[in-house]
């Protein structure tokens, strides 16, 4: 799929707008032609783009979804991906029907629709990066790239690198060293066996392979990548390592090393951790200490007394610094808040779109939407000190937040740092804003 297409039409408006519109309707077009309806009312401007998540219940007929989203939206582009589970606005869905999505009337955007198919297993990582980084459109100019695949039939140990390494680094006007815009998105999830996901791009409908869209020019998208976990006992290196196994730690056994490092935890903690211990590897080794954010977390895979050995799920190597972590809902609800203080610093988003881990739920937080709701409702004007005090939630219909959309996804991908990966009990979110200049 190599069409692009620019959006300089004379009825644009004047910059960047975005709406969101949700269904639970179980019959998949009227859902659809609802939801496309909502966003409709509030989009100012022609819908260039839209990006729709489907619950298991519609996966089967996402062709005719999108005949029902294109009558009332005209999109010149239109982006569909299954889930078990979706959120919109203020609302998520476990299970059930549901279709949410995200409308953008975006003038002076190229915009550029992708399939991959093949491996490329034969080539060496060089190579493997510049053909994805051409098949996807990277650019000097690119603001992101969304991505979405079925987990079954795309290799992504050998993708992920690559999305990363075409996101070359190149020199400003100023001389500045730069790279190119961010990859984000995630791995279908409503199927778990093979064949059972459904992908849609411009009229292609596959259950296999991956497909996405990448954004170039007149645009900003700011990425907000939370892990929800935080480093407990102490950073460690690793001194004998192989593939996945991490087999010494400071010269020690690795099991033996990290029941050492959380031997002097408190009782909460050390009761957290029935809900299963995390490792963090260091992403940038040259600092000096580390905290949130400067770790990848990985699940452990399991351990082996009798050699020591702790296997992870990622690959390691001898010099690398890594740390236990522990994940649960009041860390995560912290490291996302920490984040979204740092968004506050820039414009209100136009709109955002998010990818969160499937154990992100209800069930996690204890509360419905805790992800969507903090997200949207982040750039709301600050309440008053009166007004906060009072008990329950206040409701203000003329504070709407932004117009989100997104997914439960199998996986998600977005940046740490300058790198891309492949990552579980995280949220991934696209903030969509248009260009300014700041120093990052």
Same mark, same amino acid.
């Given at each position: 799929?190599?069409?692009?297409?620019?959006?300089?039409?004379?009825?644009?408006?004047? %910059?960047?707008?975005?709406?969101?519109? *949700?269904?639970?309707?179980? @019959?998949?077009?009227?859902?659809?032609?609802?939801?496309?309806?909502?966003?409709?009312?509030?989009?100012? %401007?022609?819908?260039?783009?839209?990006?729709?998540?489907?619950?298991?219940?519609?996966?089967?007929? /996402?062709?005719?979804?999108?005949?029902?989203?294109?009558?009332?939206?005209?999109?010149?582009?239109?982006?569909?991906?299954?889930?078990?589970?979706?959120?919109?606005?203020?609302?998520?869905?476990?299970?059930?029907?549901?279709?949410?999505?995200?409308? &953008?009337?975006?003038?002076?955007? +190229?915009?550029?629709?992708?399939?991959?198919?093949?491996?490329?297993?034969?080539?060496?990582?060089?190579?493997?990066?510049?053909?994805?980084?051409?098949?996807?459109?990277?650019?000097?100019?690119?603001?992101?790239?969304?991505?979405?695949?079925?987990?079954?039939? /795309?290799?992504?140990?050998?993708?992920?690198?690559?999305?990363?390494?075409?996101?070359?680094?190149?020199?400003?006007?100023?001389?500045?060293?730069?790279?190119?815009?961010?990859?984000?998105?995630?791995?279908?999830?409503?199927?778990?066996?093979?064949?059972?996901?459904?992908?849609?791009?411009? %009229?292609? !409908?596959?259950?296999?392979?991956?497909?996405?869209?990448?954004?170039? #020019?007149?645009?900003?998208?700011?990425?907000?990548?939370?892990?929800?976990?935080?480093?407990?006992? =102490?950073?460690?290196?690793?001194?004998?390592?192989? #593939?996945?196994?991490?087999?010494?730690? %400071?010269?020690?056994? &690795?099991?033996?090393?990290?029941?050492?490092?959380?031997?002097?935890?408190?009782?909460?903690? =050390?009761?957290?951790?029935?809900?299963?211990?995390?490792?963090? +590897?260091?992403?940038?080794?040259? =600092?000096?200490?580390?905290?949130?954010?400067? *770790?990848?977390? +990985?699940?452990?895979?399991?351990?082996?007394?009798?050699?020591?050995?702790?296997? !992870?799920?990622?690959?390691?190597?001898?010099?690398?610094?890594?740390?236990?972590?522990?994940? @649960?809902?009041?860390?995560?609800?912290?490291?996302?808040?920490?984040?979204?203080?740092?968004?506050?610093?820039?414009?209100?988003?136009?709109?955002?779109?998010?990818?969160?881990?499937?154990?992100?739920?209800?069930?996690?937080?204890?509360?419905?939407?805790?992800?969507?709701?903090?997200?949207?409702?982040?750039?709301?004007?600050?309440?008053?000190?009166?007004?906060?005090? =009072?008990?329950?939630?206040?409701?203000?219909?003329?504070?709407?937040?932004?117009?989100?959309?997104?997914?439960?996804?199998?996986?998600?991908?977005?940046?740490?740092? @300058?790198?891309?990966?492949?990552?579980?009990?995280?949220?991934?979110?696209?903030?969509?804003?248009?260009?300014?200049?700041? @120093?990052?």
């Amino acid at each position: 799929m190599t069409d692009e297409s620019v959006n300089q039409r004379d009825d644009s408006p004047a %910059g960047l707008s975005m709406a969101s519109g *949700f269904s639970m309707i179980a @019959d998949p077009v009227d859902a659809a032609a609802q939801a496309a309806q909502i966003a409709h009312r509030s989009l100012n %401007g022609p819908a260039d783009l839209v990006i729709g998540f489907v619950t298991q219940h519609h996966a089967q007929r /996402v062709g005719m979804i999108a005949d029902a989203i294109r009558a009332r939206l005209s999109p010149k582009h239109l982006l569909l991906v299954s889930a078990a589970g979706i959120m919109g606005d203020d609302t998520e869905i476990g299970s059930g029907p549901g279709i949410s999505l995200i409308a &953008a009337s975006m003038p002076g955007v +190229r915009m550029h629709p992708y399939m991959l198919d093949a491996t490329w297993g034969s080539m060496d990582p060089a190579q493997r990066a510049s053909k994805v980084g051409e098949v996807i459109g990277a650019s000097e100019e690119m603001a992101a790239s969304f991505f979405f695949a079925d987990p079954f039939s /795309v290799p992504l140990v050998n993708l992920v690198p690559a999305l990363s390494a075409c996101r070359v680094q190149y020199s400003d006007t100023n001389g500045n060293i730069k790279r190119i815009g961010t990859i984000l998105g995630g791995l279908a999830s409503a199927g778990n066996t093979p064949g059972n996901n459904t992908l849609f791009i411009d %009229g292609e !409908i596959r259950n296999y392979g991956a497909m996405g869209i990448t954004l170039s #020019g007149n645009l900003q998208v700011d990425t907000l990548v939370s892990q929800g976990c935080r480093p407990i006992g =102490k950073p460690m290196v690793v001194t004998r390592a192989r #593939g996945n196994l991490i087999l010494e730690l %400071g010269g020690k056994p &690795a099991i033996e090393a990290i029941r050492d490092s959380l031997h002097d935890l408190n009782i909460p903690d =050390k009761e957290l951790l029935d809900n299963g211990l995390l490792i963090g +590897r260091v992403i940038n080794e040259q =600092k000096s200490r580390f905290g949130r954010g400067d *770790f990848l977390i +990985r699940n452990i895979m399991g351990g082996d007394e009798q050699s020591g050995a702790v296997a !992870i799920a990622d690959l390691v190597q001898a010099g690398q610094t890594i740390q236990p972590h522990l994940h @649960d809902a009041q860390t995560a609800r912290e490291d996302l808040s920490l984040l979204l203080d740092a968004q506050r610093l820039y414009d209100r988003p136009a709109g955002a779109m998010v990818i969160s881990c499937t154990g992100r739920t209800q069930e996690f937080f204890g509360e419905p939407a805790h992800d969507s709701r903090s997200i949207r409702h982040a750039f709301d004007p600050l309440v008053d000190g009166a007004r906060l005090a =009072k008990a329950g939630r206040e409701l203000n219909a003329t504070d709407q937040g932004i117009p989100l959309a997104g997914c439960f996804a199998a996986g998600q991908i977005g940046p740490i740092g @300058d790198t891309i990966f492949q990552h579980g009990h995280t949220i991934v979110s696209a903030l969509f804003r248009e260009p300014e200049e700041r @120093d990052l």
